[in-house]
């Protein structure tokens, strides 16, 4: 079982800069495929951004530009740099790990932190 915790939510005001932290245990982290998920109210849950275990990443077209995702492997540690934050960005945002061993995938939830924008 791997434990997926997120942290940095908050509110910020159009046009500022957030960063979210996402700690995943277990001790094989560098082989996680890591992503951050949001979902605004009444809307589904879409992809922002993530980055695999050999550190491709993939970013959802709202969000390009904008975030940037990366990895520590030493701290198990995911984050989302958000900067030029719009008020459309105002979601509870989830983190996200995928495990492949032997073949066997397992998929692991936090229970997200809310990130609003508002003046």
């Known amino acids: 079982q791997v434990q997926v915790v997120e942290s940095g939510g908050g509110l910020v005001q159009p046009g500022g800069s957030l960063r979210l932290s996402c700690v995943a245990s277990?001790?094989?982290?560098?082989?996680?495929?890591m992503g951050w998920y949001r979902q605004a109210p009444g809307k589904d849950r879409e992809l922002v951004a993530r980055?695999?275990?050999?550190?491709?990443?993939t970013y959802g077209d709202s969000v390009k530009g904008r975030f940037t995702i990366s990895r520590n492997n030493a701290k198990n540690t995911v984050y989302l740099q958000m900067n030029s934050l719009e008020l459309e960005d105002t979601a509870v945002y989830f983190c996200?790990?995928?495990?492949?061993?032997?073949?066997?995938?397992?998929?692991?939830w936090g229970q997200g932190t809310q990130v609003t924008v508002s003046s």
């Open positions: 996200n790990a995928i495990v492949v061993i032997s073949g066997d995938r397992s998929e692991y």
């Open positions: 277990g001790r094989i982290f560098s082989n996680y495929h």
């Open positions: 980055v695999t275990s050999t550190g491709h990443r």
